[in-house]
């Protein structure tokens, strides 16, 4: 079907839109910009410059899309927001294209949710299956692993690292990587274990839950250093795929350090 534009909308001749695309009263559509087949613009909503859009996106009433940085050494130089298929972005959200200092590009991944008033900063990446929950920020070069939860009102610090299917609790400041498959809270948050609601969720055997359990005290509540217990648990539990993900994610060279446990864990089975 061919796109349905509302005559009040303003879409640039330089934007490319793909097939069976609404756009609503008073949106507004740049130049340089790509929108995929089946994508829904509502009203008031505003798309800049270099976004490329997937199919299937539903971008809600005064969303703002593709934003310049908020970051001092950005100077309009030409850099991209690229987001993929089946994505929801809601009222007053912004998504901002990256910098020339973070590789020049924001991702967001497939089947996203970007609850209202969420803010996702320059240089950002997202999997696939990541809800942003009401209010809640990413500072720049964030990485956010598949099917990780960010709780409302919370706040992201700048180059960390959320692994997949992570939690990150309502209202908190996560200033440390938060590894996989680990659910963190507070003002300067702290692990409390194990995802258990998320690995329920991804049908998670109870093996497997338990091998988390296990590596997660071994890891963060003894008195072995990381790399010890990054060795230890990978000798005896490492035929697990989860624990897997867990040390191949501490592996990496963290910008931050990892976020540290909390002294007790009151959803942690002895």
């Known amino acids: 079907m061919p796109s349905q534009i509302h005559p009040t909308a303003i879409v640039d001749p330089g934007a490319q839109l793909g ?29 800049l410059p270099y976004t490329f859009m997937g199919s299937d996106n539903h971008v809600h009433s005064n969303a703002l899309v593709g934003g310049a940085p908020q970051d001092l050494k950005f100077h309009g130089e030409e850099s991209t927001l690229e987001i993929g298929n089946g994505n929801t972005i809601r009222e007053f959200a912004t ?11 924001t991702r967001v991944g497939n089947g996203c949710l970007l609850m209202a008033y969420t803010h996702t900063a320059h240089d950002c990446i997202l999997g696939d299956g990541v809800i942003m929950s009401n209010a809640a920020s990413l500072a720049g070069h964030v990485i956010v692993g598949d099917q990780a939860i960010i709780g409302g009102m919370s706040g992201v610090h700048q180059f960390v690292r959320i692994g997949e299917h992570a939690f990150v609790g309502a ?44 590596a997660y005290k071994r890891l963060f509540r003894s ?47 002895d």
């Open 171 to 214: 209202m908190s400041g996560l200033a440390q990587d938060l590894p996989p498959f680990m659910l963190a809270s507070g003002n300067r948050a702290q692990m409390h274990g194990p995802n258990s609601v998320g690995l329920r969720r991804m049908r998670a055997s109870q093996i497997e839950i338990r091998a988390l359990r296990t």
């Open 223 to 269: 008195d072995l250093s990381i790399a010890e217990a990054i060795e230890e648990v990978e000798y005896e539990l490492g035929d697990h795929e989860t624990v897997k993900t867990l040390v191949r994610f501490l592996r990496v060279k963290s910008n931050r350090g990892v976020t540290s446990a909390a002294l007790k864990t009151e959803n942690i089975e």
């Open 95 to 105: 998504v901002h294209r990256g910098t020339e200092g973070g590789g020049g590009v």
């Open 19 to 47: 097939e069976d695309v609404v756009v609503g009263p008073y949106a507004i559509i740049e130049d340089k910009t790509v929108i995929g087949d089946r994508c829904r613009i509502d009203p008031f909503a505003k798309i």
